[in-house]
């Protein structure tokens, strides 16, 4: 089992900055991948940012210029910083984990999710 516990959701203003951060324990050789996802009501989670073990990052074109995503292999934690938020950025943001257990299986968990919410 893989236990990842989600922090730093909130209400900011248009044009603020907030940071997400999520970090993973129990079950875990090794990080494949780490990432954003988030989600309204209605629609389908979509994906916001990844990043592999090696630093690879990945953006969906709506944040990209204003988020980062940033990991730390030695403490399973990773960052989200989100810069210039506007209303659309509204939503419930998830982590994921992709890693390898002790078992050298590979396997994906999410956590449980942060409501990040942009208004004025």
């Known amino acids: 089992q893989v236990q990842l516990m989600e922090s730093g959701g909130g209400l900011v203003q248009p044009g603020g900055s907030l940071r997400v951060s999520c970090a993973a324990s129990?079950?875990?050789?090794?990080?494949?991948?780490m990432g954003w996802y988030r989600q309204v009501p209605g629609k389908e989670r979509e994906m916001v940012a990844r990043?592999?073990?090696?630093?690879?990052?990945n953006y969906a074109d709506s944040v990209k210029g204003r988020f980062t995503i940033s990991g730390d292999n030695a403490k399973n934690t990773v960052h989200l910083q989100m810069n210039s938020l506007a209303p659309e950025d509204t939503a419930v943001y998830y982590c994921?984990?992709?890693?390898?257990?002790?078992?050298?299986?590979?396997?994906?968990?999410w956590g449980q999710g942060t409501q990040v919410t942009v208004s004025s």
């Open positions: 994921l984990f992709i890693v390898y257990d002790n078992n050298q299986v590979l396997r994906s968990s």
């Open positions: 129990g079950n875990i050789f090794s990080i494949n991948a």
């Open positions: 990043i592999t073990i090696g630093g690879t990052t």
